[in-house]
């Protein structure tokens, strides 16, 4: 904080770099089982642990009107098969200082594996075992039911995800992406184990999964440990289902879900997206960046290190197999919240209005070049990435390009990107907060409607 | 955008301070799982501390500072400082304008935070390998010419409150560990936390900036420490010319903390709106993190606690169904310690059952000790967080410096597991009768609120078929 004397070097510039050395995307190795279950391979030896993942390429879209039952049938695949119980699997996999969990998300799901090398031949005994022979005894659906009527409970006292169910329920309609994420109270009871049994045989055959492998292996140990296990699991013909696509918004709204005693409120400001297989993905990934993707973005520069509005500030296209949305999110006071909002609109104007200027533009290029290979550390960061080309269809080299494709944008792509994708004047302004607080500081921007944590109009 | 919200996202925001003491103490390297982390380390005259791990594999550089400072070394009637003058070190120095700092890492193709514990401040800064320099420069900076002005003060005040809402105040549970080392650590500078208190930060003055920085952002009180694709004598050089000028501060005044053992049980009933489901917190004073002590109680708390065969999720979980989630959570710091056992209780449970259970566990294990089974267990479960722990750059360049500042020994890195192995089976149930005792436990009740029940509690009754 004094003025120091001279020194050896010029402390008032930046240095500049040196020479860099080309960071290239590490390359895997794909191979099919007999039955026809693929297998892609990251060998990575710089850790002696190995994760093994099973994906089904189908998830919480294929619930119908049973919500949630694709997270209940993935729930129970550790929790009971033909030759261990739910005690059983968990003592074994806890006393290898393993990891073994599943679950479902929206387009797919998963079984993992995580575990010392040393230790994979009996992990990969209770994987298969989880996957093949799973019995979904009715005393764990009780289980699972009764945890997940909890949690749900447990979630409708956080502002942020009353928020966000709200912002999907807007933005999707009755498409299921709109759906409760954890289900409702009715369709968490209504769910069976007929149902659970039905949709695993239906959803979970080879042709319709694939298992991605990374860290402590070579691929041809690995890859002759999964046809001795998984070479038995027949084939099957997948359901197809087809969903109503919802409307696009025609004029800015207003929806606010009253949670009594918020100090802060959760705001989203947003529309419809792109699904991630989009050939324009990467630019909107880069117009994102910039707008409200990192730290030095638009909007949290604005409403954090200029307004002190909010801890922090930011934008996503969440881009799913089928549809997207885009949506900006900040935790704001009560009393700044009509504020965040009308600042939030003025930078979804403004980047539509006006070109960025190439600093900003090469700050932003500069951003996502070189944390790409940060984030290319570790196996299991690798491993989720193939795993993305496999699941939403991308083109093989998608990561080998993905560089060079950020690098040739222009700020007319930016500009041409944003307004194509990016509509500030028909917005669902979403937000859950002290209605008491805030609601009469809202008008402004549109017709307000109050709802409770299930969407239901209060007024 | 679809908020996937699961409990373990709940307890993110709760367990964040307890993970990230657990995950320091688990950074231990298996002597047989993993390559051995080399390294450097050597001080410079004006008393900083150099740790340098040189690795090809990957084309990145983690640049790592930690300041021997934390919210402990706070006056009482300023709780919440240290954090709050971490966020005014990105503001920017003599030479880097305000807001920069981050404007170059990310322009260069990096990333940075910062975070502010009960006993450090550090620093990191990743980076593609050929900009390392601008790491040093950056760092130099800040420890050199650190710049505070008003306009920058004014602004983190307000960020910093909204942190704070966000993290505890409008957060299910969020207070749980405020709320610990009130009790637990009573009339020591571990009372409060480092989020703090919002009031205290509006009345702090210009001038004790300065002094805060004159006195603890001194090269005698940090250490740098990088790990990744650099070479170590070209380093070494461009360090003696970023760092070398920095002049030696006074030594660093380190607060007493005398720690008094409880003679009787305390109860604390929370009540906070935002309680959906009840909880109860059983904590106890611990060991420091250097003492053997520390590991045994650690393993204890995980057979305890951690994973769905863990003795409290077993009963408490999954045979009563009285609760939703328990959790262990060891808490280990430089010169106090605590343990604690969490339990959220499903809905309609009396908090007192929860109790009840929990202490029923506690008397198990201090009278019969744990299995064999277990034992070995917990042993299996160190080595595989010893061979996970230092994957990334970062975090081999963070618990090298970590392990050098608070045990006196970098090379923990690569034999802490042993310091699990040492633990016998006696050592847990030694260390359950110690630690564990019914004189010395603090309970604390986080309640449901009677008119803050909107949602009917599930019917257990409507089973469908």
Do not use: C
Not at chain 2, 362 to 374: A, C, L, M, P
């Amino acid at each position: 904080m004094s003025a120091r004397p001279t020194e050896i070097l010029d402390r008032t510039q930046p240095p500049s770099p040196a020479a860099s050395s080309p960071a290239r995307f590490p390359d895997w190795i794909e191979h099919t089982l007999s039955n026809g279950l693929k297998v892609i391979i990251y060998e990575q030896r710089t850790a002696a642990t190995i994760n093994v993942r099973l994906y089904i390429k189908s998830g919480a879209t294929a619930d119908g009107t049973k919500l949630r039952l694709a997270a209940m049938t993935y729930g129970l695949l550790t929790r009971g098969t033909t030759s261990r119980d739910a005690n059983a699997i968990a003592e074994e996999i806890d006393f290898l200082g393993a990891d073994l969990s599943a679950g479902a998300g929206l387009d797919n799901a998963t079984l993992s594996l995580s575990a010392l090398s040393k230790h994979l031949d009996k992990g990969l005994d209770l994987f298969e075992d989880a996957a093949l022979h799973p019995t979904f005894p009715e005393k764990e659906l009780e289980f699972l039911r009764q945890q997940s009527l909890n949690r749900l409970q447990l979630s409708k006292s956080d502002g942020g995800s009353l928020a966000g169910e709200a912002f999907s329920r807007e933005v999707y309609q009755s498409h299921p992406y709109g759906n409760p994420s954890l289900g409702t109270e009715q369709s968490l009871n209504a769910i069976t184990t007929e149902d659970v049994k039905r949709y695993y045989r239906a959803f979970a055959v080879p042709n319709n999964a694939f298992i991605a492998v990374a860290g402590d292996v070579d691929a041809g140990t690995i890859i002759a440990k999964l046809e001795a296990r998984f070479k038995a699991w027949p084939q099957g013909v997948v359901p197809e289902i087809k969903f109503d696509l919802p409307k696009p918004s025609e004029k800015t709204q207003v929806i606010l879900v009253q949670k009594d005693g918020a100090v802060q409120s959760a705001v989203h400001v947003g529309h419809l997206g792109v699904p991630r297989n989009h050939p324009d993905y990467i630019k909107i990934y880069v117009t994102n960046m910039l707008l409200g993707g990192y730290f030095g973005s638009r909007l949290n520069l604005n409403l954090r290190e200029q307004h002190g509005y909010t801890y922090g500030a930011g934008s996503g296209f969440s881009a799913h197999l089928l549809l997207g949305d885009f949506s900006t999110s900040a935790q704001v006071r009560n009393e700044v919240t009509a504020d965040a909002i009308r600042e939030t609109l003025a930078e979804l104007h403004r980047i539509t209005a006006e070109p960025v200027s190439k600093s900003e533009l090469e700050e932003v290029k500069n951003y996502i070049i070189g944390t790409f290979a940060i984030q290319n550390e570790t196996a299991p960061a690798v491993m989720n990435r193939i795993s993305l080309i496999e699941l939403y269809g991308l083109p093989r080299d998608y990561y080998q390009t993905f560089r060079e494709k950020v690098a040739a944008l222009t700020t007319n792509d930016i500009l041409e990107t944003a307004q194509k994708y990016i509509h500030p004047d028909r917005v669902h302004i979403v937000l859950s907060g002290d209605a008491k607080a805030i609601g009469s500081s809202l008008e402004r921007f549109g017709k307000v409607s109050v709802q409770d944590a299930d969407g239901n109009s209060v007024s | 955008m679809k908020t996937m919200l699961k409990l373990a996202a709940v307890l993110f925001a709760v367990m964040l301070p307890f993970a990230a003491a657990s995950a320091q103490s688990n950074a231990a390297n298996a002597k047989f799982a993993a390559k051995p982390i080399k390294f450097v380390e050597y001080d410079l005259p004006n008393g900083l501390h150099v740790i340098l791990h040189e690795d090809h594999s990957v084309p990145v550089v983690a640049s790592y500072v930690l300041y021997h400072v934390g919210s402990k070394d706070e006056r009482p009637d300023r709780t919440g400082f240290a954090h709050f003058f971490e966020h005014l070190m990105f503001e920017g120095t003599d030479n880097i304008k305000r807001g920069e700092i981050d404007k170059y890492v990310s322009g260069a193709g990096g990333n940075l935070n910062a975070s502010t514990g009960f006993d450090q401040t550090d620093y990191y800064i990743n980076l593609p390998a050929n900009q390392l320099k601008l790491a040093l420069w950056i760092e130099s900076e800040r420890m050199m010419h650190g710049k505070v002005e008003e306009i920058g003060i004014e602004t983190q005040r307000k960020v910093v409150k909204e942190e704070r809402k966000v993290r505890l105040d409008n957060q299910p549970y969020g207070t749980i560990l405020e709320q610990l080392a009130a009790n637990a650590f009573m009339g020591t500078p571990y009372s409060w936390t480092p989020i703090g208190s919002a009031q205290y930060i509006d009345l702090a003055k210009a001038s004790e900036f300065q002094d805060f920085y004159k006195t603890y952002y001194v090269p005698n009180n940090a250490t740098l420490s990088l790990a990744g694709d650099l070479d170590i004598e070209q380093t070494k050089k461009l360090i003696e010319a970023y760092f070398g000028p920095i002049p030696r501060g006074k030594d660093v005044p380190r607060p007493a903390v005398t720690v008094t053992p409880p003679t009787a049980p305390k109860m604390v009933d929370v009540k906070k709106d935002n309680t959906p489901l009840p909880a109860t917190i059983l904590a106890w004073q611990g060991p420091k993190e250097t003492e053997p002590d520390a590991y045994a109680l650690e393993m204890l708390t995980q057979i305890l606690g951690t994973g769905k065969s863990s003795r409290l999720y077993k009963q408490l979980v999954d045979k009563s169904q009285a609760a939703v989630e328990v959790e262990a959570f060891p808490f280990f710091q430089e010169k106090a310690g605590m343990a604690g056992l969490l339990a959220i209780g499903n809905s309609g449970v009396p908090i007192e059952k929860l109790d009840e259970m929990l202490k029923a566990e506690i008397e198990n294990v201090k009278q019969n000790g744990v299995s064999d089974e277990e034992y070995q267990k917990s042993i299996n479960q160190q080595e595989t967080g010893a061979a996970s722990a230092n994957g990334s750059m970062q975090n081999r360049a963070k618990n090298l410096a970590r392990y050098h500042t608070f045990y006196g020994n970098a090379n923990l890195v690569n034999t802490e597991l042993e310091n699990y192995l040492k633990v016998t089976r006696d050592d847990l149930k030694r260390v359950a009768n110690k630690y564990l005792t019914k004189e010395g436990v603090t309970v604390i009740h986080y309640t449901v609120p009677v008119q803050e029940a909107p949602t009917p509690a599930p019917d257990n009754s409507k089973k469908p078929n």
